[in-house]
């Protein structure tokens, strides 16, 4: 039998491609960078509980009354810029700012259980709370390892982060205090890099140049410069 003749498609001549049956439209659909909100969510939650555990100012009592400001501005703004850094596919905002503002929210409830007396809170060590921070550390050790291949600013916010998380799990298990005031110390420090990156971003974003450094890598430069996802026109990767 004779071998079947395959037509093949008659080929897209200019006049073709410019009617609107085949044009292509291309919706682009940027947001701001999630870091802005999420950052200075974590610098200003951190900084007001992170003093106290430092003995800067307060009582027994203040965690209490930092609570709910924590659980709304850490928590779930923190959440939120989370979420809206998975649109931005940025798997390292997502995973810090969808983490530590889960965080937030959960310490809001935890000391609003204490005051309303449905728990006792345990005087001296809190072995509880201390294995919170051993999975917080955990991961964040992990995202100050990512953190390397954005920015020197991310990677020094993420560190003094893991590490206060790291020295605070270890007093609240042991119930030193003395550890507990250098985690409050690590953490200021982390919450005033924090506000400095998430600055350095906005005032990116307005005026369209660096204008605080970052300590961004080749990498990242590289990437911000044209980057798009396969298959997905007009979604750029990252902040």
Known sequence: MPNPVTKMPAPVTPEMAGTPENRAEVLLQPI??????????????TFMVAAHI????????????????AAVFGGLAQFL?????????DA???????????????????NLLFASGDLARPQGAFPALGFWFIGLAA???????????????????LAFLALGSTLFAIGQIAGNNKIDILAGWSFIISAVLAWYVASAIMLQSAFGKEVWPLGKTERA???????????EPGVKHGQ
């Open 32 to 45: 701001a960078a999630p870091s802005i909100l999420g950052l200075y969510g974590f610098a200003a939650a």
């Open 54 to 69: 430092a003995h800067w100012y307060g009582s027994s009592n203040t965690e209490l009354y930092l609570a709910p400001f």
């Open 81 to 89: 810029a989370g979420m809206w850094a998975f649109k931005a596919r």
């Open 92 to 110: 390292l905002a997502t995973a810090m700012h969808g983490m530590w503002g889960a965080f937030w929210i959960a310490y809001g409830i935890l």
């Open 139 to 157: 991961i964040t050790w992990v995202g100050t390892a990512t953190a390397t291949a954005e920015s020197k600013g991310l990677t020094s916010v």
């Open 221 to 231: 430069l590289h990437s911000a410069a044209f980057n798009f996802g396969f298959g």
